[in-house]
């Protein structure tokens, strides 16, 4: 049968706008959230991320911001540029604690991304 | 510092066929995830490997399997393959105690 795709959000900027990619996540027990970019034929590169202790955190141009109340997780880039354009994920790690009793961040559970378009 | 790497990074099998992916670590990281990319269902966790042992599974069929060697590779292997397999197989790396995850560039398999 045919298969149905996500229907991934779009944003479509301008070069220099700020761009503001929004997730809603769902477990109330997550601690630790990460921002990924991914180009096309590319693997995920991480952009930033955030522990469940902080509301938000910047970096390079990238500030993420968590609103647990709301389990609301954003992503601002400053002075977007065409080389942002890419499909941007975000994840949580709710996996349960390894037999090992470590903390295991190894399993995380991701948005179903956002597809950025930077127009120059 | 040399980055994750999978081979190959094309694969074309036929159905009931099995498969076996190939992760290499970055030097130093114990820790190696396995993720199915698909258009209908997105990024998915397959399991974690630390330190040779499998510490967290996710909700696929046995089909699905994995390892890690004393040197951190891992492979993943895919018995009796289905047309709904066909996906992009990412592997991520990370020193394994909270650290971020690195990702290759992933594997192609196309299941025909």
């Known amino acids: 049968g045919e298969s149905v795709g996500l229907h991934l959000p779009t944003l479509s900027v301008q070069e220099g706008d700020n761009s503001i990619i929004n997730c809603a996540y769902s477990?109330?027990?997550?601690?630790?959230f990460i921002w990924y970019k991914q180009e096309s034929g590319k693997g995920p590169q991480f952009i930033i991320d955030?522990?469940?202790?902080?509301d938000k955190r910047q970096g390079q141009r990238v500030t993420v911001l968590l609103n647990k109340t709301v389990k609301h997780l954003s992503l601002q880039i400053a002075a977007t540029q065409p080389g942002d354009s890419a499909v941007y994920f975000c994840?949580?790690?709710?996996?349960?604690?390894?037999?090992?009793?470590?903390?295991?961040?190894?399993?995380?559970?991701f948005g179903q991304g956002t597809i950025l378009t930077v127009h120059p | 510092k040399a980055g994750v790497t999978q081979t190959p990074r094309y694969l074309i099998k036929t159905r009931g066929q099995q498969v076996t992916l190939s992760c290499s670590p970055i030097?130093?990281?114990?820790?190696v995830s396995w993720y199915q990319q698909t258009p209908g269902q997105g990024l998915q966790f397959l399991f974690e490997?630390?330190?040779?042992?499998?510490?967290n599974k996710g909700n696929f069929p046995g089909r699905f399997s994995g390892r890690q060697f004393s040197n951190s590779r891992s492979e993943m292997n895919v018995s009796t393959l289905e047309l709904g397999d066909s996906a992009l197989y990412l592997c991520?790396?990370?020193?394994?105690?909270?650290?971020?995850?690195?990702f290759g560039p992933g594997t192609r398999l196309t299941v025909l």
């Open positions: 955030i522990r469940s202790n902080m």
């Open positions: 030097s130093g990281h114990r820790s």
């Open positions: 994840a949580e790690n709710r996996g349960p604690p390894p037999r090992d009793g470590g903390t295991s961040y190894g399993k995380l559970t």
């Open positions: 490997y630390f330190s040779e042992t499998q510490r």
């Open positions: 991520a790396s990370s020193l394994g105690q909270g650290g971020e995850q690195f």
């Open positions: 477990n109330s027990a997550s601690d630790y």
